[in-house]
């Protein structure tokens, strides 16, 4: 069966294609496609984020689509820059950008009060509108400066108390068996075949 991956992220599409590469469905990413809507991503939420990227995807491919909706989210910045994390310094903001944002936004907070967590929403959405989602979320907490040149978005920055390392100094496999959008896509795996006797 062909899914079509929608996210022009290359970081996640790497986790994405890593994660479900044993299993019998072929990836189609939205750069193989020859014309794909804009979409906006406007929801308040992950979950209404990733649905609407997945089904805008699948209604205009006609093929199943798996999207994912995800951030940080920081406790003591109220929750921010949650469904906002990939646009916190500005619209065309790069990783670089955000990372320097949220640093500013961090300045003078103690290391006992700068948890934070990364959340993940996937949804797989098919043509005729039906949907599933599947979370996942991971806890660490942020540093005052980066760590690592792996990984991408805030991973440099997201220190793993029980690793001892950021998220951007571990190999991807390590990062895949623990993150928010590593557990959010194994239970779309243990799901998948029972998804596939749907379609
Ligand atoms: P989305 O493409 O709208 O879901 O935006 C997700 C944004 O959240 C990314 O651009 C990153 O800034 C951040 N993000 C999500 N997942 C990760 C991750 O695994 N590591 C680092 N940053 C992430």
């Known amino acids: 069966m062909k899914i079509v991956v929608a996210t022009s992220n290359a970081g996640k599409l790497k986790e994405i294609a890593r994660l479900l590469a044993d299993q019998p469905v072929e990836l189609i990413n939205l750069a193989d496609l020859d014309s794909v809507p804009e979409i906006v991503e406007d929801g308040d939420t992950f979950a209404a984020n990733a649905e609407k990227k997945a089904l805008t995807v699948a209604r205009a491919t006609g093929q199943p689509t798996l999207a994912d909706d995800s951030g940080l989210t920081v406790a003591a910045l109220g929750g921010a820059p949650g469904v906002h994390s990939a646009r916190y310094a500005g619209e065309n903001a790069d ?42 979320k991971m806890a660490g907490r942020i540093l005052n400066e980066g760590r690592g040149t792996g990984g991408f978005g ?10 001892g390392c950021t998220l951007a100094e571990m190999p991807l496999d390590r990062k895949n068996a623990i993150s928010h959008r590593g557990q959010a ?7 998948l075949p029972k998804l596939l006797r749907t379609l």
């Open 95 to 136: 990783d670089a950008a955000n990372n320097r944002r949220l640093l500013q936004e961090l300045e003078g907070v103690p290391e006992s009060e700068r948890s934070a967590a990364f959340v993940c929403d996937l949804a797989f959405v098919l043509p005729d509108g039906r949907c599933w989602h599947f979370t996942g």
């Open 185 to 191: 896509l194994r239970r779309f795996r243990e799901a």
């Open 154 to 163: 805030y991973d440099p920055l997201f220190y793993l108390e029980e690793h």
